[in-house]
Each structure stands twice: as structure tokens, then as C-alpha cells.
């Protein structure tokens, strides 16, 4: 970097630490560009420090709990849990800052500098940071924009931290609650509905009208996993007209409502960078937006907001940054609800390939089926396969059930291979494996299933 009177001239400014943009910084680093990450908060984003660890970390912890009512099936008396949220806080907590540190420490070995501070443009190529002790401002030769998104407050219901939660202040809770209200129909509303059941607490989930529940999955799923919610005693409203005026009386509520774009503070305009109908930022698939010497990645950008994506774009962006050959074009991008049971997807729905013009064929196998599956106590859930009736490829995979989240990944692997259900048929797996379950479906879709009538 060299220091003028005015600027200092960077190679690439990174603004957001997060999954898309610290991941971007250690790529461009890699690649031999001198890299500034600028961020307020510790690097990690909300997915690390506020969202999708802390969650799994309760949603575990939560789980753990429950599974001990099950121990006497197998023959083992174990006392009442006694729950200690502070603890169980002060444990989730302790993930999040091994993680990242573990991140700072990367950025420091590649050699990036990680500002603490706000950034903005000034104009095409320049950026303008606000940090506690003064302002510094940067010529870059390019940006990355990488600042997330941030949750849509339900008309009426604006956050407060107090009575209405947003998933990330629902998830560090000290004490509690006699009672929830979660108002959603996404994943995120699921998980949070399941962690505070499965910790005893009376929670209703409220389902606005015109949605169902996981939209984002199969309809099965959906129908599958309201049922399980009832089982751990919650509370399920369909069809709610009303949320706001449905929540008047409860004690603390959820919402769960989608995102916004943070470009409201980053003035876009300055830098020509255009933005959609929605205020999130368009890109091509280089991940360059209007302004070729800046790029965005991650939630900002519109696409599913998962981290996973955010981690792809900011390598595909960083690569682009480097001459490298690069695009973001992925065939396959699974999702995950960390529910229970767990469920995951990828590809095509039946009811989507059909509208897509494809003649589908399916295959169902029932995980009481899978001898795995009923020695972890964790018979329920299914494993469904859809393919091209034409030539047997694969377009999609449904599975709901214990480690979906880890089955899902050879999946995914098989349709950016492009491969057929006899591939999927003729593959070993390990016996006894949860595994066999989504083999075993590629045959029930051949017609050649042998554990199930």
C-alpha cells in the first residue's frame, strides 16, 4: 500500500467481514493482492457471531435435552435436566469466539488489514471509513461489497430487543421465556420454534397467510415437519391474516420475516452501482456490478442467503480481481433446515421439473427402513430422488432426516456431475449407513428397491 497525503491507495478495499467477505480478503491475499477489510464488528458476520453457529450450538444443546426423555428406551435412567441458560449461553458463546479468532488469525498470516469502522463511497474508486478515533479513506483499484443484510420487521412489530426479537436476539436470550411467539414460515422460523420447544418453553408459531410451512422445500417436507413441531408441543396457526394483532398478548415475539439489503448508508450512487426493485445489488456472474471495478457478493446481492453462496461469490470475485478465469455458476445449491428431523434439498422438486417440461420419475425410501437410521433412535423421515423419465439423470434430491445436512452433500455432488440413478444405484455405501438411504431411493426410482414393497 502506499500512503499519499489524501488516501491510501489499496489494491482491493473489502467492505463486510463476513462468510463472503472474509473469505474474498484471504482469496485475494492468496492471489498476491494487498487486501483492507473493514467491518465494525469482529470478522465473522452475522452467520458466525450472530446467526447460523449460534443456532446449531443451541439447536444441539436444545436437542440434548430432549434426547434425554428417550434414554429409557434403551435401558438408561438418567434424572430431570436442569437448564442453565446462562451457561448454555456462555458455552454457544465460546464456539463463536474460538471461530473468530481463528478467522483473525487467518487475515493476519495472509497479511490482511482489518479495520474496525463504517465504510462508504465518495466516488468510483474511492472509499471514505468511519471508525471510533477518526476517518481514513482509501483509493482502491477495486472493492468488494460484502455488507449482508439485515431482518424485515413484520408491519407493526418493529424490533426492540426486548418484546419483538429478531432471530439473532432470540438466539441470546439469558433467561428463559414462560412463552413464545414466532411469526414465520421459513427455515429460520422452524429452527427457533424447535430450540425453545425442545427446552421446554410454550411456543406458538404463527404461520402468515399465504404461506407455508418451508415454502423453500418440497410440500412433503413441510406437512412432515408440522407434524413433528405438534409432537414437541408447539403450537402451529395456519393462515394467519393478522400476525400483529395475533401476538398483542404474548410475552416476547419473533419474527422471522425475510431480509433488507444494508445499502441504504453505502451511497451507491456515487460509485455507479446500480441496484434491483429490491435494493439489492445487481451483478453479473463474475460478481462485477455496474461499476466494473466494483464487486458485491453474498446476501447483498439478492441471491439465497446462505453462506455457502457467500463463500463461492467472494472466491469467484477475488479470482475475477486476479485475472483469473472465474464465474459463479453453480448447478446444484443445496439448502438445509436444522430442524427436527433435519431436512435438505437440492436441485429440482417434482412439482418444479414437471413446470420446467421435464417427464419425471421418483423414487421414496422411508428411513424405518434403514437399519442405521433405527439404531441412532431417529427412524423418522424420508429420502426422495427425482430424475429425467427420458435418460434417468438426476434433478433433485429431498431428504428428511437425522444428518440430512451431511447426506445432502453427495447429492449435490452428483448433480454437478451430472449423474444418472443408476450411478447413484450402483454406488457402494457402508452398511449400516444412512447413506444406503439415498441408494436405496435411486432404486425404488428404477423399480429395483429390495428393502421396501
Known amino acids: 500500500m502506499v500512503v499519499g497525503d489524501l488516501a491510501t491507495t489499496v489494491d482491493v478495499i473489502i467492505l463486510g467481514a463476513g462468510p463472503g467477505g472474509y473469505v474474498a480478503a484471504l482469496r485475494a491475499a492468496q492471489l498476491g493482492k494487498e487486501v483492507v477489510l473493514v467491518d465494525p464488528g469482529p470478522p465473522g458476520g452475522v452467520c458466525l457471531i450472530e446467526g447460523c453457529i449460534p443456532a446449531k450450538a443451541l439447536l444441539n444443546a436444545a436437542d440434548q435435552v430432549w434426547q434425554l426423555a428417550k434414554l429409557g428406551e434403551m435401558g438408561i435412567t438418567a434424572g430431570e435436566a436442569q437448564i442453565d441458560l446462562k451457561k448454555m449461553q456462555a458455552w454457544k458463546e465460546g464456539i463463536v469466539k474460538r471461530l473468530s479468532n481463528g478467522v483473525r488469525q487467518l487475515l493476519d498470516y495472509r497479511k490482511v488489514e482489518l479495520v474496525e469502522g463504517i465504510g462508504f463511497f465518495i466516488n468510483e474508486n474511492e472509499v471514505r471509513v468511519e471508525a471510533e478515533y477518526g476517518t481514513k479513506r482509501y483509493l482502491f483499484e477495486h472493492c468488494i461489497i460484502a455488507v449482508g ?22 438466539l441470546s436470550l439469558s433467561e428463559l421465556p414462560e412463552s413464545l411467539a414466532v411469526i414465520g414460515a421459513d427455515y429460520i422460523a422452524a429452527e427457533l420454534a424447535t430450540i425453545y420447544a425442545k427446552l421446554g418453553v410454550d411456543v406458538r408459531l404463527l404461520v402468515p397467510e399465504g404461506q407455508h410451512l418451508l415454502n423453500e422445500f418440497d410440500p412433503t417436507v413441510g406437512r412432515q415437519l408440522q407434524t413433528r413441531l405438534k409432537k414437541l408441543g408447539v403450537k402451529i396457526e395456519s393462515k394467519v391474516a393478522d400476525p400483529a394483532k395475533a401476538v398483542e398478548e404474548a410475552a416476547q415475539v419473533i419474527v422471522s420475516n425475510g431480509l433488507t439489503p444494508r445499502t441504504g448508508n453505502l451511497h451507491l450512487d456515487e460509485a455507479g452501482v446500480n441496484l434491483n426493485e429490491c435494493g439489492f445489488i445487481i451483478v453479473n456472474d463474475r460478481m ?18 446462505l453462506a455457502m453462496v457467500a463463500f463461492k461469490q467472494g472466491k469467484v470475485a477475488a479470482e475475477c480481481i486476479a485475472g483469473r478465469p472465474a464465474q459463479y455458476a453453480p448447478q446444484a445449491v443445496p439448502r438445509v433446515a436444522w430442524t427436527d428431523p433435519q431436512v435438505a434439498t437440492v436441485g429440482l422438486s417434482a412439482a418444479e421439473a414437471e413446470a420446467l417440461g421435464y417427464k419425471v420419475m421418483t423414487g421414496r ?5 434403514n437399519g442405521r437410521a433405527l439404531t441412532l433412535n431417529a427412524g423418522e423421515g424420508f429420502v426422495l430422488t427425482v430424475a429425467d423419465k427420458d435418460n434417468e439423470v438426476l434433478l433433485g434430491v429431498t431428504i428428511v432426516g437425522a444428518q440430512a ?11 454437478e456431475m451430472g449423474a444418472t440413478l443408476t450411478d447413484l444405484a450402483e454406488t457402494l455405501h457402508p452398511h449400516p449407513s ?5 441408494m436405496e431411493s435411486a432404486e425404488a426410482a428404477l423399480g429395483l428397491a429390495v428393502n421396501i414393497k
Open 149 to 170: 443484510a439485515e431482518p424485515t420487521p413484520w408491519p407493526g412489530l418493529d424490533f426492540d430487543n426486548e418484546h419483538i426479537l429478531t432471530p439473532s436476539q432470540a
Open 288 to 305: 462485477q456490478t455496474s461499476n466494473p471495478a466494483i464487486y458485491a457478493v453474498g446476501d447483498v446481492t439478492g441471491e439465497p442467503a
Open 365 to 369: 425410501f422411508p428411513l424405518p427402513a
Open 405 to 415: 445436512d451431511s447426506l445432502i452433500g453427495e447429492a449435490a455432488l452428483a448433480l
Open 434 to 438: 444412512l447413506g444406503e438411504a439415498l
